[in-house]
């Protein structure tokens, strides 16, 4: 758990925890020898993966941006997001939104908790706020389990809201559509006293994505969009000298973007 000030309210980094994974699915476009000059591997070729998700301490309102892993822990590894919010001081049920930059497991499957044989929502007042071209998309044929345990009860719930489109939701915190690695992906703007951060989702996955825009992950549900979704986004976060929240990259994740002659290089803050 780390606080960064932003202007007059406070985003808090939450740690949902570190595990190894197979480095080649972040540069799935990328001849093998290419990325291996970048990144050092272990013996198995992976390398640690970051999880930072984030609270927002707005002036009027608690604002969780995705919730982790939830009960799916790898081991221990992950699912430590509700620790890490525990620790912040606030209260679980003054939550009063949740966003969900997208839809992948590693974002929502803290949205639902198993105790005591049921599954309840681990913010039990907040609205959970995801694109519909999401919920669409992984609502559709042959979807996996986790639209179903963490999205379609909370609708069920009366608790999903589900967005079209640029949003503004408070005075503080705007959504914007950044498609790519999926269909309805989000960033999140949020913005107080003339500063900026955007929390990224996983338009990027890795640092050596700001430096390479059009290397993308295995992942990404339309890999044609996500460099051109990369090169307004990036253009923009430098413009407004955003700081950013890069969810996958080690943690606490948070840095800026430089442009340099060759493109654009993450600045990561310690
Ligand atoms: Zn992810």
């Given at each position: 758990?780390?606080?960064?000030?932003?202007?007059?309210?406070?985003?808090?980094?939450?740690?949902?925890?570190t595990w190894r994974f197979p480095a080649h699915f972040f540069f799935?476009?990328?001849?093998?020898?290419?990325?291996?000059?970048?990144?050092?591997?272990?013996?198995?070729?992976?390398?640690?993966?970051?999880?930072?998700?984030?609270?927002?301490?707005a002036e009027n309102a608690l604002v969780v941006i995705d919730t982790g892993y939830g009960d799916d822990t790898h081991g221990g590894k992950t699912g430590h997001l509700l620790e890490e919010f525990d620790r912040t001081g606030h209260r679980r049920e003054d939550v009063g939104m949740v966003i969900?930059?997208?839809?992948?497991?590693?974002?929502?499957?803290?949205?639902?908790?198993m105790r005591d044989g049921i599954r309840r929502p681990a913010f039990p007042r907040a609205r959970y706020h995801?694109?519909?071209?999401?919920?669409?998309?992984?609502?559709?044929?042959?979807?996996?389990?986790?639209?179903?345990?963490?999205?379609?009860?909370?609708?069920?719930?009366?608790?999903?809201v589900l967005d079209d489109g640029a949003l503004r939701l408070t005075p503080e915190i705007s959504l914007l559509p950044t498609p790519g690695h999926t269909p309805g992906h989000t960033t999140v703007v949020i913005e107080s006293?003339?500063?900026?951060?955007?929390?990224?989702?996983?338009?990027?996955?890795?640092?050596?994505?700001?430096?390479?825009?059009?290397?993308?992950?295995?992942?990404?549900?339309?890999?044609?969009?996500?460099?051109?979704?990369?090169?307004?986004?990036f253009n923009l976060a430098v413009a407004r000298d955003a700081l950013l929240v890069c969810p996958h990259a080690p943690s606490p994740g948070v840095g800026r973007l430089r442009k340099t002659a060759e493109g654009f290089s993450w600045q990561p803050l310690q």
């Open positions: 758990m780390q606080k960064f000030p932003l202007g007059r309210i406070g985003l808090i980094v939450l740690d949902d925890g799935d476009n990328v001849p093998e020898a290419e990325w291996r000059a970048h990144v050092a591997t272990d013996a198995e070729g992976k390398i640690p993966v970051g999880h930072n998700y984030a609270l927002v301490e969900l930059t997208h839809g992948h497991g590693d974002h929502i499957k803290g949205n639902m908790l995801l694109a519909r071209a999401d919920w669409e998309w992984f609502g559709g044929p042959g979807h996996v389990p986790e639209f179903d345990e963490q999205l379609a009860t909370l609708e069920q719930l009366g608790m999903m006293d003339g500063q900026t951060a955007f929390f990224l989702g996983d338009v990027c996955h890795h640092p050596l994505h700001f430096s390479h825009p059009d290397w993308v992950s295995a992942f990404d549900t339309h890999p044609g969009t996500t460099p051109r979704t990369r090169a307004w986004l």
